[in-house]
């Protein structure tokens, strides 16, 4: 029996479809609505793919999966016999310590007389249907200046924003949609339009967490990360990936099932269950079908029994029939 269990963080999908395939054929599809922030599916057939479909989400809200965990075990396994050369294996440069930040964005609650705005410069680049884009250099003045002037062509006009803003005002036309770093402008003239707005004031935060005794520090700056749980998710994943700091270059007969971010194992004479996950892979053919493959693989922090449950970051391919 196969089972699968989805793992969301606060924003799940308006639903999900799963489907189950044996050598290319579909056997079994199941949707999902209604969904809590951890989710099962099971099917007892055989199957060797399995497919996952968000169907919708919220609007303005992002979906966040935190992983997948799959019931049994993954027993694709790369053999001696299958290699084409003696793996070579190297210990990479340790990391001693990660910094992850997280942004938060908040309205300033300050007088117009008092508050500050960015203006921008603007370098316009014309839209398939006769709009503008304008590429954007930051720069900062009192409040009152417009962040940007645009000559508006007749039709809707995007407009975007190297910061973020809210609370958008134009001298003319009609804002028709607006985000942190865009707004839409119809016209229906061609004319210049100045645009006001007010910045968000942008909270920087780091949390950090220590993975050697000694090594370099790494810094990971995403501002799409906009909350201290984000932070930690994030910090969990670079951790275990960081700590996985044996890898190996092999060479070995090829097989297209197999790709990026699979977990496979690896034989090893001294150790037992040698879990990898692939990093990259590249993939030669010949006319005639002949497949060679390269890949660079790191060892897992975590050498687990191959009968426990295990999560897995990413697309989750099956090596062999379960």
Known sequence: MSELIMNFAVVVPTS????FKLRDTVVNTQTLTNLSLSEKITYSGTIDAMTIAFNGATP????????????????????????????????LDKISKINVHSYQFNEEKTEEGTSHNSYVKVDYIDND???????ITTGSSDYGSAISTI?????????????????YKATAGTITESGAYYLIISSDIEQDIDIYAQPYSVTDNVISVNVHEKGVEKDSRNPLVSSNIMAKQQLEWLKDYYDDDLEYNLTYRGDPILDADDLIYLENKFVANNEVRIVDETINTSI??????RIRARRTSYQTDSTTS????GRVKLGEVL
């Open 16 to 19: 999900v479809t799963v489907t």
């Open 310 to 313: 295990r999560a897995i970051v």
């Open 151 to 167: 000559h508006a062509q007749v039709g809707e006009n995007l407009v975007t924003f190297g910061a973020p803003y809210y609370n």
């Open 129 to 135: 249907d006769g709009g503008q884009t304008a590429d």
């Open 288 to 293: 005639g079908m002949d497949f060679s493959c």
């Open 60 to 91: 303005n809200q992002r979906i966040h999966l935190n992983n997948l965990v799959l019931n049994g075990k993954i027993d694709y396994e790369l053999t001696y016999q299958e290699l084409k050369d003696t793996p070579i294996a190297s210990s």
